[in-house]
T-cell receptor
Framework: AQSVTQPDIHITVSEGASLELRCNYS??????LFWYVQSPGQGLQLLLK??????LVQGIKGFEAEFKRSQSSFNLRKPSVHWSDAAEYFCAVGGSSNTGKLIFGQGTTLQVKP | EADIYQTPRYLVIGTGKKITLECSQTMGHDKMYWYQQDPGMELHLIHYSYGVNSTEKGDLSSESTVSRIRTEHFPLTLESARPSHTSQYLC??????????????FGNGTRLTVT
């Protein structure tokens, strides 16, 4: 079955510390992977996407993610977290056909300590 | 800035009422979607449309219905609201060109509470 797992429901990091949010997927075909961020009361905003090519992708707001096919993972990283990064983060997977139908993980809530 | 607009942002309504959640986008996207999001849970696709007069049910069964009479407009209707419909409803759109899954553009959502 197709699924996305975000093992960490809640993460707290200190401002300035590094961050890694985990994402594992199960998908029968070539996966197309996304990370979205949702601030309180807002919709989801695309941080970055992986379709093919270089397995390390850069996104907005200083985020990057690395696709590891052997581990079925697409972890999100940021070297230095800012207080404004506190939000909920969703990993999503889609197929090769442009259906727009994505499967989302449960989300990881990031709290940033001053 | 949002190019996809949802109204109302918040709605509290009694059981049995008919409601329509509005969604409009100004990007000219052919594809539009409705996702349902419960707190602490993943988003589930409940409806999608690939163009005018095209609507399909998503992966999560929903008692709501949708229509797509104009490209920019994709309203969702509940004929008789129930407490089990309490949730956040997110509208999204995407481009239809290209082979790959184009990123979804989301509205800010409607948080519905049925009492």
């Amino acid at each position: 079955a197709q699924s996305v797992t975000q093992p960490d429901i809640h993460i707290t990091v200190s401002e300035g510390a590094s961050l890694e949010l985990r994402c594992n997927y199960s998908y029968g075909a070539t996966p197309y992977l996304f990370w979205y961020v949702q601030s309180p009361g807002q919709g989801l905003q695309l941080l970055l996407k992986y379709f093919s090519g270089d397995t390390l992708v850069q996104g907005i707001k200083g985020f990057e993610a690395e696709f590891k096919r052997s581990q079925s993972s697409f972890n999100l990283r940021k070297p230095s977290v800012h207080w404004s990064d506190a939000a909920e983060y969703f990993c999503a997977v889609g197929g090769s056909s442009n259906t727009g139908k994505l499967i989302f993980g449960q989300g990881t809530t990031l709290q940033v300590k001053p | 800035e949002a190019d996809i607009y949802q109204t109302p942002r918040y709605l509290v309504i009694g059981t049995g009422k008919k409601i329509t959640l509005e969604c409009s986008q100004t990007m000219g996207h052919d594809k539009m979607y409705w996702y349902q999001q419960d707190p602490g849970m993943e988003l589930h696709l409940i409806h999608y449309s690939y163009g005018v007069n095209s609507t399909e049910k998503g992966d999560l069964s929903s008692e709501s219905t949708v229509s797509r009479i104009r490209t920019e407009h994709f309203p969702l209707t509940l004929e008789s609201a129930r407490p089990s419909h309490t949730s956040q409803y997110l509208c999204a759109s995407s481009e239809s060109t290209g082979l790959y899954n184009s990123p979804l553009h989301f509205g800010n959502g409607t948080r519905l509470t049925v009492t």
